[in-house]
């Protein structure tokens, strides 16, 4: 089955600075890679996602790349700012399920 | 308003007893989903279904239970079978993936449900 790996587990960065988070994934028949966004005691929420005919895509601030080959897939924070700071989730979808990395607290310092 | 809902938010059972938590939504999705949250552990999958009277294992079913009786209502059992049921759970539910084609699901608030 499919299995998401995804580091830093944790990453500080100054705010105004970038963000850097990157997963793999093991599973080449995974066409779907969404990257959810948790805030303290509330459920994840879709920030970004990008499926596997793409391999850019931005919003804002916000940007995900994914490599089919090597099968990685990164999320870029640029221009960080304090509420940004939360867990970061990525996600891949091989069939009728949603697989998730473990995770990245992203702190913003001041 | 359209969303999903998980109640309570929190919870706190005795060892060995049975607990239900509920998730209910109404954006007409087919697809729903139970996942555990441990610190360091990201989520967990323990029960999905796609369709009504439907609904398969995930990496962790073991010592829970789920039923699928109406499209917008996924309840998950936490039996005492369960060896550590602390924690917090999240629902989700997304737009049928008949095809392949897969969306954005949307999460619950979660419950904390914790076991003394």
């Known amino acids: 089955g499919e299995n998401v790996e995804q580091h830093p587990s944790t990453l500080s960065v100054q705010e105004g600075d970038s963000a850097v988070i990157k997963c793999t994934y093991s599973?080449?028949?995974?066409?779907?890679f969404p990257w959810y966004k948790q805030e303290l005691g509330k459920g994840p929420q879709l920030i970004i996602d990008?499926?596997?005919?793409?391999g850019e895509k931005k919003d804002q601030r916000i940007a995900v790349t994914l490599n089919k080959t090597a099968k990685h897939f990164s999320l870029h924070i640029t221009e960080t700012q304090p509420e940004d700071s939360a867990v970061y989730f990525c996600?891949?979808?091989?069939?009728?399920?949603?697989?998730f990395g473990k995770g990245t607290r992203l702190h913003i310092l001041p | 308003d359209g969303g999903i809902t998980q109640s309570p938010k929190y919870l706190f059972r005795k060892e060995g007893q049975n607990v239900t938590l509920s998730c209910e939504q109404n954006l007409n999705h087919d697809a729903m989903y139970w996942y555990r949250q441990d610190p360091g552990q990201g989520l967990r999958l323990i029960y999905y279904s796609q369709i009504v009277n439907d609904f398969q294992k995930g990496d962790i079913a073991e010592g829970y239970s789920v039923s699928r009786e109406k499209k917008e209502s996924f309840p998950l059992t936490v039996t005492s079978a369960q060896k550590n049921p602390t924690a917090f759970y999240l629902c989700?539910?997304?737009?049928?993936?008949?095809?392949?084609?897969?969306?954005?699901?949307?999460f619950g608030q979660g419950t904390r449900l914790t076991v003394v």
């Open positions: 989700a539910s997304s737009i049928s993936r008949t095809g392949g084609w897969n969306t954005e699901a949307f």
């Open positions: 996600a891949a979808d091989p069939d009728d399920k949603i697989i």
């Open positions: 990008i499926r596997s005919n793409v």
């Open positions: 599973d080449s028949a995974s066409n779907y």
